[in-house]
């Protein structure tokens, strides 16, 4: 059992962290309201569970020190009324952010360098020519809950923070439950869960996707599509259209923590329905040297050619 006690303002510093990578908009939004989860929720966070604030805190430190990641990824995504699984294999460095991406099953190989290709990605899509597209463009968001860029623990990172900040009472529902064992990692349990999960209405403006609306208003994007089906509409929503929107990020995570890396080994985001994605890593090798030549699409073991 930890017992390490953190100051609130320590604590809010790590979590603003995660958030300053977002909109101006979402800052002010962001800092008002988690600030207010601080000042209201905090004291009764340090009796109940004070080893989840500390368990954060460290995670938060071990995702800022990751520069390159190996990493086995098991996804299970929630598409409608079913679910779409996948299994794949990343090396991922973080700055200048570069990645390569195997789908074995699928035979589709995707290569992405943000200073070359006009920050486009190379896809490699089972025995069809080399595309190059945008990450975040329709062909390589369909049918997807994240584009490429959301690959790694800044992810993660980002999605805890943002639960927190939109939920008043996050800390307190942020809660440790022992440690377990996942795969061959040793981890510390955490589980949030807030009963009052629900949607809200929201009238569409003025050149509003539903991305930029999830964004503004620190609401999950998948939860957002979901409701309004809207899946795979990626242009501009009808101005006046009104839609609903969930008043949390969502409604029950479970993460677990490797005790020695301090990193997420599983997540898994529920709504109202039930699990809506799940993201698990069996295997990760943290901060080794990835070659230049793996990052090149000529690399012989890759099928670019």
Avoid: W
Avoid at 103 to 114: C, M, R, S, T, V
């Amino acid at each position: 059992m930890l017992a390490i006690h953190l100051p609130s303002s320590l604590f809010t510093s790590y979590i603003i962290h995660y958030l300053c990578n977002i909109t101006n908009v979402k800052k002010i939004i962001v800092a008002i309201g988690f600030l207010v989860a601080v000042g209201v929720g905090l004291t009764s966070f340090r009796v109940n569970s004070i080893e989840t604030s500390t368990i954060l805190r460290q995670m938060y430190d071990s995702i800022r020190n990751v520069k390159t990641l190996r990493i086995s990824i098991v996804a299970i995504e929630r598409l409608g009324n079913s679910f779409a699984s996948a299994g794949s294999e990343v090396k991922l460095q973080m700055n200048p952010r570069r990645l390569y991406f195997n789908n074995k099953a699928k035979k589709l190989e995707i290569l992405f360098d943000q200073n070359s290709n006009n920050n486009k990605a190379l896809v490699k899509p089972n025995h069809l020519p080399n595309l190059n597209l945008d990450p975040t463009g329709n062909m390589m968001r369909k049918n997807q809950h994240y584009t490429i860029h959301e690959l790694g623990f800044d992810f993660i990172g980002r999605s805890i923070a943002l639960t927190l900040a939109k939920d008043k009472e996050g800390l307190k529902n942020f809660v440790y439950k022992g440690k377990s064992k996942k795969f061959n990692y040793n981890c510390y349990l955490l589980q949030y869960e807030n009963s009052s999960y629900t949607y809200i209405e929201y009238t569409v403006g003025a050149k509003e996707t539903a991305s930029s609306i999830a964004a503004k208003l620190i609401v999950n994007d998948y939860l957002l599509r979901y409701k309004n089906d809207l899946l795979n509409d990626f242009g501009y929503l009808k101005k006046g259209k009104k839609i609903l929107v969930p008043n949390l990020y969502c409604k029950k995570a479970v993460i677990f923590i490797d005790e020695k890396l301090m990193l997420p080994v599983a997540v898994s985001l529920y709504d109202d329905i039930g699990l809506f994605e799940s993201y698990e890593y069996p295997s990760m090798t943290i901060n080794s040297t990835i070659k230049e030549e793996e990052f090149n699409k000529d690399n012989k073991e890759y099928n670019f050619r």
